[in-house]
């Protein structure tokens, strides 16, 4: 099985870590991940904010970069929902019928990193310890646009050393919604907030999610308020080890 | 007496900061929709427990679209129908149409009053105003509507238009105005709400038994038995649609439902996904003139005012499937934020953010264009959605269609951000990625966006090198 790791453009640059990590925890899975250079981004903040002539040459870039892999894997539910849900759309936009059975063929084979680990790989121990008190924040794409449901959970129950402790109102969006953190920024942060205080309400020491944007927003939000409390990507948990720790 | 209209609000972002600075607007919001949100899952619970919430959801989204999809063959049906039960049908382009004729039919019988049952399309196209402008006093008569119409106010939430007011505001305003509109509060007024209701029972009562002329939206027009169906709590639509002489009713075109048949999944859907009941206290059906028994006059108004502009669209046409039963106003972390008046419509919270611009065209204006943006996309509201109306793919083609509309003219710096990152990231080599991306980023969001993040947010501190470049250097952590 040919597998390529599709970091984001976001991992790319800001959380080299997450990419890491995904790639550590993957081999020691015994799945030697590929990472095609030619990558650059799903193109969904070009999609989002209603720009889809932009995204076309982004999505013909990720078909021609990512052809040939049986999968592709992704630590975000969000570029992972972006390439199975709104590639089409762009693909529709171009009026390329090439650019749409490319879609139709790559689209499928893109996993976020919870789906691929319990349906491809079929693990749900990967063998990670993580000696911490942590609350799980499922991000709005990876719960309803890809419904990876308790996926993420059960990778994190059989996690060593690991406590879980329930999120309040776990389900509400954090407010992030990309270009909506700038564009409505005054809301956003309304509802950042709110997250921020369920998150301090559990007592954890570490917020874990599979996406680092909606962390990016709600860690800005508690390190300015000095919350004490730490966002951390799931992949950097799942490939922590007593060995080697995080 | 009227209250405001929403002509001139501000763009969304605008409207939202100044409604997220009010802390009892806020308590309000999360308390009421908290509320409704948990009542609305206890029923859904009890519906799969012995069948599907989700094939309720299939069939009654189903008779929608079954409507929607020959939607002129079965208007002619329903006007067939109503004919041929004696009542009048009449056919608006608009809003200024259809106010015309109702203010037409109001003046033909020399009223000056008439009472209204709770109804959005006439919120719409502001019918109140209209027959002010006439000379004739329309009175909500719907508890929240009248509230709503006393403070001179505007409804900020579909099913729930008073929403944002708590007892002790309602109270207020009744002391200070029902004077003015008939029968006054008493002096001894508390906020209790039994004590509420009651004044507001005994100022209602005097302009039921008065009034000759009755106005109804209706919630669903079947089409094979010329049949309108009115879904209310109070008892007060009742009211209004048995016993004046005359009934007008204003009926959007998306209405019309094919067969009686059709109502069922409907019927069962509306009330557990607005006040999360089973089932509602009041629902009245009325197919033309009944000879003896309630208004021997029966008109209906068919309103197109956009709807045909919205079916046209592929995408957004599902907007029409909508029953207005506010679920997703509820479920919105948005709207749970800023209340119904920062979306400027009778229409706010995820559907009115569609419904809209789907209605007045993207372009309209400004406040309009907002709306498709006034969303974090979490799809909360597709989930609750009884008709399945997928809200975030169709505010995701909306903006594209906002966007579309501004081509061509001069670019806004986020046009031209866009516009370099399609180059940029259509080809990793051509910018020789990485870090170089990172600071593209930076440089666009200092340029249009940094200072919204970081008046509350800090941003994460650059990493030492990136993820490609370490690949590169490590040939991916083997050396």
């Known amino acids: 099985m040919r597998v390529a790791l599709m970091v984001t453009c976001i991992n790319d640059a800001l959380y080299p870590d997450t990419g890491k990590a995904v790639v550590t925890l993957l081999r020691r899975l015994g799945v030697e991940v590929e990472f095609p250079a030619g990558q650059t981004c799903c193109a969904q903040p070009m999609v989002n904010t209603g720009y889809l002539d932009e995204a076309v040459p982004v999505v013909r870039n990720f078909v021609d970069t990512f052809a040939g892999y049986d999968a592709v894997v992704t630590p975000s539910g969000s570029c992972a929902g972006c390439a199975r849900h709104q590639h089409s759309i762009v693909a529709r936009r171009s009026g390329d ?7 139709e063929e790559t689209s499928p084979k893109v996993y976020e990193l919870s789906e691929f680990l319990v349906d491809v790989l079929g693990v749900t121990d990967v063998g990670a310890y993580y000696p911490h008190t942590v609350t799980y924040h499922p991000t709005c794409h990876s719960l309803r646009m890809l419904g990876v449901g308790d996926r993420p959970r059960r990778l994190l129950e059989s996690v060593r050393g690991l406590t879980l402790l329930e999120l309040p109102a776990a389900d509400q969006c954090c407010g992030f919604g990309g270009t909506f953190a700038v564009k409505n920024s005054d809301t956003s942060v309304a509802m950042g907030t709110d997250k921020v205080r369920h998150v301090q309400d559990t007592g954890a020491e570490v917020l874990v999610a ?12 508690m390190t300015r308020q000095q919350s004490g409390v730490r966002p951390v990507h799931l992949a950097e948990i799942l490939a922590a080890t007593e060995a080697d720790p995080a | 007496m009227s209250g405001g209209t929403f002509v001139g609000m501000p763009a969304f972002p605008k409207a939202a900061h100044e409604a997220l600075g009010n802390a009892q607007l806020r308590h309000n919001l999360a308390h009421a929709t908290g509320t409704i949100r948990a009542k609305r899952l206890r029923l859904v619970d009890e519906v799969n427990a012995n069948s599907s919430w989700e094939e309720l959801r299939l069939a009654g989204a189903g008779v929608k679209e079954s409507a ?10 329903l006007e067939e129908s109503l004919t041929a039960n004696g009542a009048t049908v009449h056919w608006a382009r608009d809003a200024a149409e259809a106010n015309a004729i109702v ?38 008569t719907d508890l929240a509507e009248l509230i709503v119409q006393l403070g001179e106010d505007l409804p900020s939430h579909i099913l729930v238009p008073a929403i944002h007011r708590n007892r002790s ?11 003015g509109a008939g029968r006054p509060a008493p002096e001894d007024l508390t906020d209790e ?4 209701a009651a004044a507001a029972r005994a100022h209602l009562r005097e302009k039921f038994l008065r009034a000759k002329v009755g106005i109804s939206g209706a919630n669903f027009a079947v089409a094979d038995t010329g049949t309108l169906v009115v879904v209310e709590s109070e008892g007060n639509g009742r009211m209004c649609l048995t016993l004046p002489e005359v009934l007008i009713s204003v009926v959007g075109i998306e209405k019309v439902v094919p067969t009686w048949e059709g109502l069922d999944p409907l019927l069962r859907l509306l009330p557990r996904s607005s006040t999360g009941e089973r089932m509602n206290p009041y629902t009245s059906t009325w197919s033309g003139i009944t000879p003896g028994d309630g208004p021997q006059e029966v008109h209906v108004v068919l309103l197109d005012n956009g709807r045909t502009n919205a079916l046209a669209d592929e995408v957004g046409r599902q907007a029409l499937r909508c029953i207005r039963c506010s679920a997703c106003l509820n479920v919105c972390p948005v709207y749970e934020r800023t209340g119904g008046h920062a979306y400027g419509s009778v229409y706010p919270g995820p559907i009115g953010a569609i419904l809209n611009p789907l209605l007045k065209g993207p372009g309209a204006d400004e406040q309009t264009d907002s709306l498709p943006y006034a969303s974090s996309l979490c799809g909360a ?5 009884p008709v399945r109306i997928d809200i975030p793919s169709v505010l995701v083609d909306l903006r594209a269609q906002v966007v579309d509309a501004h081509r061509g003219g001069v670019p806004k710096l986020e046009a031209v951000a866009f516009k370099a990152s399609a180059v940029a990231l259509s080809d990793a080599r051509k ?17 249009f966006g940094a200072s919204k993040w970081t008046s509350s947010r800090d941003l994460p501190p650059a990493p030492p090198e990136s993820f490609r470049a370490w690949w590169k250097r490590t040939d991916g952590g083997r050396r």
């Open chain 1, 97 to 103: 019928a090439g650019l749409a059975a490319a879609v």
């Open chain 1, 210 to 221: 599979g996406d680092n944007s909606c962390l990016t927003h709600i860690g800005g939000l």
């Open chain 2, 68 to 77: 929607l999809v020959d939607l002129a063959t079965h208007l002619e049906r």
């Open chain 2, 103 to 140: 203010a037409s039919i109001a003046k033909g019988h020399g009223v000056d009053e008439v009472v209204k049952v709770k109804s959005m399309v006439t919120q719409e196209i502001n019918l109140n105003e209209a027959l002010e402008a006439e000379g004739i006093a329309a009175w909500e």
């Open chain 2, 169 to 179: 505001e309602i109270r207020e305003i009744f002391l200070a105005k029902m004077a």
């Open chain 2, 193 to 196: 709400p039994a004590v509420l």
């Open chain 2, 381 to 385: 509201c597709f989930e609750a959605c």
């Open chain 2, 431 to 447: 910018l020789a990625f990485g870090e170089r991306f990172t600071r593209l980023g930076l440089r666009v969001a200092r340029r």
